[in-house]
């Protein structure tokens, strides 16, 4: 299905997408992630990131196979739209940017309350974690507000300080492991592999986001798979490095700094000085993150005001600024809610839980225009092996889910029936011509 209405220009290569999937993937929650998984598994912990990365090479793959039969801009939602339809596309745009980006800043927002713990005390405190959350939010919404330049300039070097911290931890934490810490004295039990799984399936999600530009993808029917294949194997690569240079440096010790687990290594590296500094580098990483998700969810909430998706109020420009600005301050104040509301695991579940929910509607939809041999083109990517790899994602994806606690459970049904009554009052509305916006989503 190509896009005949964009009138954009398909230049980006396999390197292009790939490289923007090694640097959307790798967000600042590895900072984090190695002390979760490492407390709970040990040196099994090496299988979790093994588990989920061939986890993800099937959903990747599903991807790739839908991506060269919907090219038109839009990733996951219109993937899921053109399978199934508007309600679909309509739900999944809601569990994207509340589900998965709102929560997915909510738990960067406490990696950096967490991170800043160990240098001050004083940030263990929920109120003054709170007040921190306040001003810092505040501040990237009123960068934004003021304008796109300057939200822009100041994310530009974000990568730079997320990635080098990382990368000299693998070179130069090597010759510290001791082969002790890499004993498997015991082997966890099955529920405690797939609730940690699913914490760490956080580090692995977001790959998707880069197939947001499908229409500007140069032949897609090579492109995309070779992408999302070279992608993913290099973010499996710098993950299972950095678990093992953690876990052969601290082993047993892990849960003594379960907040900053690379900071740790960092300080048997270089000192004491290392730590602090690979602390800074950490909160600095998620204020980069959470800015780029400022950036650019309000702008989702914005589009999908003018498209029907989302109340009308929110696809007004300010008058000077010519900025979307009741979508950055809405959105801003939806991700401090939850930003005080929970710690970084729990908030890492539920974002884990939307985002492989939609994961299962794409791998869902990729089937069911298999079947229907919809937006079959020649030279078409088709994943090897028939239905084998997606059947194995969603038996990966199901497993993964039924660890979520009834609580959790019953939080995103919560969300799904508010989602579908919002759907159904505004077609109801709008059958009766007193909708500000429309539930109708423009081809």
Request: hydrophobic share 55%.
């Amino acid at each position: 299905m190509e896009s005949g209405r964009e009138g954009l220009q398909r230049v980006v290569g396999v390197s292009g997408l790939s490289l923007t999937i090694v640097n959307v993937t790798i967000g600042a929650g590895i900072f984090a992630l190695p002390a979760v998984v490492g407390i709970e598994l040990g040196a099994f912990s090496v299988f979790a990131y093994v588990f989920c990365g061939i986890m993800m090479a099937a959903i990747m793959l599903c991807y790739a196979e839908v991506g060269t039969r919907v090219t038109s801009t839009g990733g996951s939602y219109a993937y899921i739209e053109a399978a199934f339809g508007d309600f679909a596309g309509f739900a999944v745009s809601w569990l994207a940017v509340f589900g998965w980006s709102v929560l997915g800043s909510a738990a960067l927002m406490n990696i950096i309350a967490d991170s800043l713990s160990v240098i001050f005390s004083s940030f263990s405190n929920p109120w003054i974690r709170g007040i921190l959350f306040f001003f810092l939010l505040g501040f990237l919404a009123l960068t934004n507000i003021l304008g796109t330049k300057r939200g822009v300039a100041f994310i530009k070097w974000i990568t730079i300080v997320k990635l080098l911290p990382l990368l000299g931890i693998i070179i130069f934490g090597f010759g510290l492991m001791n082969t002790e810490n890499f004993a498997l004295d015991h082997l966890p039990t099955l529920s405690t592999f797939g609730s940690t799984a699913l914490v760490l399936f956080f580090a692995f999600a977001g790959f998707e986001i880069s197939l947001g530009a499908s229409g500007e993808i140069k032949d897609p029917n090579r492109t995309i798979p070779t992408g999302i294949l070279l992608g993913g194997s290099i973010v499996l690569l710098i993950y299972l490095l950095l678990q093992t240079v953690t876990q052969g440096v601290l082993g047993s010790h892990m849960e003594g700094v379960k907040d900053a687990p690379l900071a740790a290594v960092a300080e048997q590296i270089v000192g004491a000085r290392g730590a602090t500094l690979l602390l800074m580098a950490a909160a600095i990483s998620c204020f980069g993150s959470v800015s780029t998700d400022v950036l650019n969810s309000p702008r989702i909430l914005y589009a999908g005001a003018l498209d029907g998706l989302f109340p009308k109020f929110l696809g007004k420009l300010h008058s000077r600024f010519a900025t979307p600005h009741w979508s950055i301050i809405c959105y801003a104040g939806v991700v401090f809610l939850f930003s005080i509301s929970g710690g970084f695991k729990q908030l890492a579940v539920l974002a884990s839980a939307a985002i492989l929910v939609i994961y299962l509607l794409v791998i869902l939809s990729m089937i069911k225009m298999r079947l229907e041999n919809k937006h079959d083109s020649e030279g078409i990517f088709k994943v090897p092996g028939g239905f084998l790899i997606p059947i194995f994602g969603i038996a990966c994806i199901s497993w993964l889910l039924m660890n979520l606690s009834k609580w959790e459970v019953l939080s995103a049904f919560i969300f799904l029936v508010a989602v579908s009554m919002i759907y159904l009052l505004t077609k109801w509305m709008k059958s009766r011509s007193i909708l500000p916006f429309s539930t109708e989503i423009p081809k």
